[in-house]
């Protein structure tokens, strides 16, 4: 039997919980998750059946490629792509049953020339995808194939910023315009549904937040739940002596005698090598410190004051409950959507 050098637990339980967490931010409110980049890392298909079975009936992807990988035949279910249709050939939009968000004028105008149903990006400030508002052209109002109008926050990290407001004033004055009743509008992700019940309109669409994390958004923090631990194995233990180097480079010198373990995890699992010298790792209520370079395939870590009787074959977390993503992106100095979405193949997904 082969058991995997690295570890993600995914905790299904908590992951539904942030689900109804945001679903319980407003009455009737649709709660959109957005499953792109292998729904951050986790797994897009299961994570996309899980959530159906919860009755989610709308989800967000950012290409066409990852809508169609996740076999949608059932026409109440709504899968958005972010990222337009470019130069994709329309009718896989179609056939697949997928909904493209239209972003730029020049897609406008040849989602029009169709029948296909669409979304509407409008930037509102955050200079990214979408139509300039300024620029939206007057028949777009009375489109009746538009099914969605969305928007995007530059700063819904930022509780108190100005800009959110700004940017909600702007969105709100024009989807007063539209003519047809039953759209469905949205401007929040995780961090905007969290700041204010006036961001929610009548569809959010949580990314990070529903998968464990909060960006330090202390509104957020206070509603979601932890999905995720990180875990690896330890392959070797051995001795260090005095005045010895460690790993690449020579970046670390044992100033005398120690013991290590190398665990089987490193940068192309998706641990950054910033972590070298300066990030830790745990077993049960102790932490160790890595020590050297962090390899492509390991790392080494400092055990010679363990507490416990460590022996290869032992998992080590990275994250965990008690030390979470959050704080394994503050060592990396990073947000917690790169942590997970940088994780990599060999990290073996569980769902427990």
Excluded: W
Aim: aromatic content about 10%; overall charge positive; charged content about 25%.
């Amino acid at each position: 039997m082969i058991t995997n050098s690295c570890i993600l637990k995914i905790y299904k339980k908590n992951l539904l919980k942030n689900y109804h967490s945001f679903k319980n931010k407003k009455t009737n409110l649709i709660v959109a998750p957005t499953i792109k980049a292998n729904a951050y890392g986790l797994g897009d298909i299961k994570v996309f059946n899980l959530f159906k079975k919860e009755g989610c009936k709308y989800f967000f992807v950012a290409t066409l490629e990852e809508g169609i990988k996740l076999k949608n035949k059932n026409k109440k279910i709504f899968i958005y792509v972010l990222n337009g249709i470019q130069n994709y050939n329309l009718k896989l939009f179609k056939d697949n049953n997928i909904i493209p968000i239209i972003n730029t004028r020049n897609e406008l105008k040849k989602i029009t020339e169709t029948n296909l149903k669409f979304g509407l990006h409008i930037d509102t400030g955050i200079n990214r995808l979408g139509i300039d508002y300024r620029e939206l052209p007057k028949s777009i109002f009375n489109n009746q194939k538009i099914d969605l109008v969305m928007s995007h926050f530059a700063s819904a990290d930022k509780i108190n910023s100005k800009y959110n407001d700004k940017q909600n004033e702007i969105f709100s004055n024009i989807i007063k315009k539209f003519s047809k009743k039953k759209l469905i509008y949205s401007l929040s992700n995780s961090n905007g549904a969290a700041i204010s019940k006036k961001y929610l309109y009548n569809m959010i669409r949580p990314g990070i937040g529903i998968y464990g994390g909060n960006n330090k958004n202390i509104l957020l923090k206070k509603i979601i739940y932890p999905v995720v631990c990180l875990k690896a194995k330890i392959i070797q233990i051995k001795t260090i002596r005095k005045n010895e180097f460690i790993g690449y480079n020579q970046t670390y010198k044992t100033n005398n005698r120690i013991k290590v373990a190398i665990i089987g995890i490193g940068y192309a699992d998706g641990i950054p090598r910033k972590l070298s010298n300066n990030g830790y790792v745990y077993y049960k209520k102790s932490k160790f410190k890595i020590i050297g370079r962090i390899s492509m395939d390991s790392l080494t870590i400092n055990i010679s004051n363990s507490k416990h009787i460590l022996k290869v074959g032992n998992y080590v977390n990275l994250i965990n409950f008690s030390h979470g993503i959050e704080d394994f992106a503050d060592q990396c100095d990073t947000i917690s959507n790169e942590v997970i979405t940088s994780l990599g193949e060999r990290v073996k997904r569980i769902y427990v």
